[in-house]
Nanobody, 119 residues
């Protein structure tokens, strides 16, 4: 009913930048919130989220370095990551909370994209 396709991960040196993208497609009536999570060995943690109105929330560890944004017309969320550190290394997952065309509400995860910060 809904697909999330992520892109933009890769290998970058400490201090470098990457931009992640996540596009939602399918039987979408409306998208409530979109966000990025990451998972290193251990639990999955919230990195940043954004509502339809543009309100944002960030993990303390990424404040001032990462910026989340969205293009509502394209059902796309972005994560601009600057000043990357080795501890940012993880698999990054996109998550979206939606109302489908059958008026049911649900949430979906993307397949994940690897971000590796290493010299």
């Amino acid at each position: 009913q809904l697909q999330l396709v992520e892109s933009g991960g890769g290998l970058v040196q400490p201090g470098g930048s990457l931009r992640l993208s996540c596009v939602a497609s399918g039987s979408i009536f409306s998208i409530y919130a979109m966000g990025w999570y990451r998972q290193a060995p251990g639990k999955r943690e919230l990195v940043a989220s954004i509502t339809t109105s543009g309100s944002t929330n960030y993990a303390d560890s990424v404040k001032g370095r990462f910026t989340i944004s969205r293009d509502n017309a394209k059902n796309t969320v972005y994560l601009q990551m600057n000043s990357l550190k080795p501890e940012d290394t993880a698999v990054y997952y996109c998550k979206t909370v939606v109302r489908l065309k059958d008026y049911s509400d649900s949430f979906y995860w993307g397949q994940g994209t690897q971000v590796t910060v290493s010299s």
